[in-house]
């Protein structure tokens, strides 16, 4: 479902079940020895999403773990983002050459907890907001901004091994178009070239999930 909104060169794995023959090797399995039951069918899921991904791109199976904030630690050459919620998992991988960086989100089409979009928006951000469950109802947009501000970071994260708090994005969602834009609130590196100010993404509403996703392409490399 989620490949929909991803470029070329991006390939996406999900599902809605927990398959039969998804197990995780033993480094992976020490991670999840002493979790609950449902985190460990979340954990496991994705890491089969992940290695069915991997088999897309020609690669063998390999384990992955967390890093220090949790992020998924991919291959060397691979860039990934993993998500799962109540009753989904998904997984996008692309090679490095392809794909600089990518993040994904997946959240039930619900309204945030009372509380929530205060402590995840900023004040523009949730003006915005109100003017879109006005106009446009059937979206819980309060929602969609969280997960797009996860995706965010996700994208973030792997060029810069620094935190980023919700209000150091400020995104700006096109309810017709199916994307949104996120412009850095802080100093971003020097990606391509050009110093980072943001990210372009994509959303989809399908099958009562919210899903968003970034994933800033590779330059062509120049030929003579």
Request: aromatic content about 8%; proline content about 9%.
């Amino acid at each position: 479902m989620i490949e929909a909104i991803l470029p070329a060169g991006a390939v996406a794995v999900d599902t809605f079940t927990t398959p039969p023959d998804a197990t995780l090797f033993p480094e992976e399995e020490l991670i999840v020895r002493n979790s609950v039951d449902k985190r460990r069918q979340e954990f496991t899921t994705a890491r089969w999403c992940a290695r069915q991904a991997m088999a897309k791109l020609g690669r063998p199976p390999m384990p992955v773990l967390p890093g220090p904030r949790g992020e998924p630690q991919w291959p060397n050459g691979l860039v990934g983002s993993i998500t799962h919620c109540a009753g989904y998992r998904g997984a996008v991988l692309a090679e490095a050459t392809v794909v600089t960086t990518v993040g994904i989100d997946a959240e039930p089409n619900q309204a945030l907890s009372n509380g929530v979009l205060p402590a995840v928006s900023l004040p523009d951000e949730r003006g915005r907001i109100q003017t879109l469950l006005r106009e446009h109802p059937e979206v819980h947009w309060d929602r969609l901004l969280f997960s797009a501000k996860e995706s965010v970071y996700k994208a973030w994260f792997p060029l810069t091994s620094r935190w980023l708090d919700f209000e150091d994005a400020d995104v700006t969602i096109d309810p017709l178009a199916g994307t949104f834009q996120a412009q850095l609130m802080v100093t971003g590196p020097r990606l391509h070239g050009r110093k980072l100010t943001g990210f372009s993404g994509r959303w989809l509403v399908d099958n009562g999930l919210i899903l968003t996703a970034i994933a800033v392409v590779a330059p062509v490399p120049a030929t003579v």
